[in-house]
């Protein structure tokens, strides 16, 4: 059975849906999948033996340049590439309406999608034949598993996440504990406090235990400076594509992260991570598997879903005050735990 996966971005919903192409697999070791995915992401789910080829897309890229005529000539090469081959299913994972309308190109001999109660963009309704409902309020994970269940006619083990990623690239070894932080992230409202980080860094430094900051822009280098500056365990990574980011987590014994696609990478290769939330909610896109630890600020108004903070200027040095409620010594004694338990594996 061939099937093509139309889940484009972004980095976490592309790694939520891995679980799901693993109960799949599972339950049916000869179905092949394709998957429309942006470009940055693409390496994700060749990591998973089910998926056998990938579709990149680069809607992003094509919004902020549709009066180029490079933009035309490489969405027609998309639109060929992705009408090649005939699918037995389409599965829209994103119900958006932008993937509605990929699903919709796509030659599929039946096409399936969240129906419009559960869809977050309810006009993609229009391009399924199948629409599927599921709990809107289920954590992001159990959505899209629970939609292929339903549209591939099988039952799922909510309580057994299994990414099923085999093909992860291993680079690096490590001679002493490490733990990676994961200290970037897109929201002002979703960082840790810098001189929380700094703090958690120079305790791991008096434990003997190797920490790597990892950076994605020059703000995020900036900060890794920061957090590692005068200590000799620590390093300031070079930057890293996904493939290489990946090998660095699964070699680690721990990760600490704020809500960011990364931590969600940590989870999806089996890493232990604390992962640290305040305006977010990880009961619903929270990150999920073994040695998962989820520590969050307690204010009522958390989790408030909100970009810029409603009861704070973000100008003190415990802000945002939601996260600013998690102490570092907090972190560092569940840490304690996971790096045990990992050295007991």
Same mark, same amino acid.
């Given at each position: 059975?061939?099937?093509?996966?139309? =889940?484009?971005?972004?980095?976490?919903?592309? #790694?939520?849906?891995?679980? /799901?192409?693993?109960?799949?697999?599972?339950?049916?070791?000869?179905?092949?999948?394709?998957?429309?995915?942006?470009?940055?992401?693409?390496?994700?789910?060749?990591?998973?033996?089910?998926?056998?080829? *990938?579709?990149?897309?680069?809607?992003?890229?094509?919004?902020?340049?549709?009066?180029?005529?490079?933009? !035309?000539?490489? #969405?027609?090469?998309?639109?060929?590439?992705?009408?090649?081959?005939?699918?037995?299913?389409?599965?829209?994972?994103?119900?958006?309406?932008?993937?509605?309308?990929?699903? @919709?190109? /796509?030659?599929?001999?039946? =096409?399936?999608?969240?129906?419009?109660?559960?869809?977050?963009?309810?006009?993609?309704?229009?391009?399924?034949?199948? =629409?599927?409902?599921?709990?809107?309020?289920?954590?992001?994970?159990?959505?899209?598993?629970?939609?292929?269940?339903?549209?591939?006619?099988?039952?799922?083990?909510?309580?057994?996440?299994?990414?099923?990623?085999?093909?992860?690239?291993?680079?690096?070894?490590?001679?002493?504990?490490?733990?990676?932080?994961?200290?970037?992230?897109? !929201?002002?409202?979703?960082?840790?406090?810098?001189?929380? !980080?700094?703090?958690?860094?120079?305790?791991?430094?008096?434990?003997? *235990?190797? *920490? =790597?900051?990892?950076?994605?822009?020059? /703000?995020?280098?900036?900060?890794?400076?920061? #957090?590692?500056?005068?200590?000799?365990?620590?390093?300031?990574?070079?930057?890293?594509?996904?493939?290489?980011?990946?090998?660095?987590?699964?070699?680690?014994?721990?990760?600490?992260?704020?809500?960011?696609?990364?931590?969600?990478?940590?989870?999806?290769?089996?890493?232990?991570?604390?992962?640290?939330?305040?305006?977010?909610?990880?009961?619903?896109?929270?990150?999920?598997?073994?040695?998962?630890?989820?520590?969050?600020?307690?204010?009522?108004?958390?989790?408030?879903?909100?970009?810029?903070?409603?009861?704070?200027?973000?100008?003190?040095?415990?802000?945002?005050?939601?996260?600013?409620?998690?102490?570092?010594?907090?972190? !560092?004694? @569940?840490?304690?735990?996971? *790096?045990?338990?990992?050295?007991?594996?």
């Amino acid at each position: 059975m061939r099937v093509l996966i139309v =889940k484009t971005t972004s980095l976490g919903d592309v #790694i939520h849906t891995l679980p /799901a192409v693993n109960d799949a697999y599972k339950n049916n070791p000869s179905i092949e999948f394709d998957w429309v995915v942006e470009s940055p992401f693409s390496e994700i789910p060749a990591w998973h033996p089910a998926v056998k080829n *990938i579709i990149p897309v680069q809607v992003r890229k094509w919004r902020k340049h549709l009066s180029d005529k490079k933009t !035309w000539e490489e #969405i027609k090469h998309f639109k060929a590439n992705l009408k090649s081959t005939e699918y037995d299913l389409v599965i829209d994972a994103q119900g958006l309406l932008k993937s509605a309308v990929i699903t @919709q190109l /796509a030659r599929g001999k039946r =096409k399936a999608g969240f129906d419009r109660t559960c869809a977050r963009e309810p006009m993609g309704n229009l391009f399924y034949q199948e =629409k599927i409902k599921v709990d809107k309020n289920a954590h992001a994970i159990q959505r899209v598993r629970s939609l292929f269940a339903q549209a591939l006619s099988y039952s799922i083990d909510e309580n057994a996440v299994d990414y099923g990623l085999s093909k992860v690239p291993q680079r690096y070894q490590f001679d002493k504990p490490t733990v990676v932080l994961l200290h970037g992230t897109t !929201w002002l409202t979703k960082h840790w406090p810098e001189t929380y !980080w700094r703090k958690l860094a120079e305790k791991l430094q008096q434990e003997n *235990i190797g *920490i =790597k900051c990892l950076w994605g822009n020059e /703000a995020e280098k900036l900060r890794a400076e920061v #957090i590692s500056k005068d200590l000799p365990l620590a390093e300031v990574m070079p930057k890293l594509n996904l493939s290489e980011i990946a090998s660095l987590l699964s070699a680690a014994d721990a990760t600490v992260a704020v809500d960011t696609g990364l931590g969600h990478l940590a989870a999806a290769i089996a890493t232990p991570t604390i992962s640290l939330y305040g305006p977010t909610n990880p009961d619903r896109t929270g990150t999920k598997g073994q040695a998962q630890l989820h520590l969050r600020g307690s204010l009522p108004c958390a989790p408030c879903l909100q970009e810029k903070c409603r009861i704070s200027d973000m100008q003190a040095e415990n802000d945002p005050p939601c996260l600013g409620q998690i102490d570092p010594e907090q972190v !560092w004694q @569940q840490l304690q735990t996971l *790096i045990t338990k990992r050295k007991a594996v």
